[in-house]
């Protein structure tokens, strides 16, 4: 049972920034590709990026791409989104995961609580 929690969401202005953190427990994940999803109210849960287990390599979602950056500490078992320039169409309650296939929101294990980041104009 791999139990993930999600950190550091909150509330930013428009054009200001956060950093997100996940931790796991119950497994080590330093051999997984990771990535981090959002969804919207409405909306289908997306993947927004993504990192393979060395860190090497790692893929964004056009809406995100040059404003975040996905990172991950292995020792730690940790993984980062640090996310810049926010925009009201940013704002979603945010997951970390498992990429079960690269680029597509398909993962394997139980979805976390989740960290809520909201936008003001």
């Known amino acids: 049972q791999v139990d993930l929690v999600e950190s550091g969401g909150g509330l930013v202005q428009s054009g200001g920034s956060l950093r997100l953190s996940c931790s796991a427990s119950?497994?080590?994940?330093?051999?997984?590709?990771m990535g981090w999803f959002r969804q919207a109210p409405g909306k289908d849960r997306v993947l927004v990026a993504a990192?393979?287990?060395?860190?090497?390599?790692?893929f964004y979602s056009d809406s995100v791409q040059g404003r975040f950056t996905i990172s991950r500490d292995n020792a730690k078992n940790t993984l980062s989104l640090q996310m810049d320039s926010l925009a009201a169409e940013d704002a979603a309650e945010y997951y970390c995961n498992t990429v079960l296939i690269w680029g597509k929101c398909a993962t394997l294990w139980p979805w976390g609580r989740g960290t809520q980041v909201t936008v003001s104009s």
């Open positions: 990192i393979d287990w060395s860190g090497d390599t790692t």
């Open positions: 119950g497994r080590a994940f330093n051999k997984d590709p």
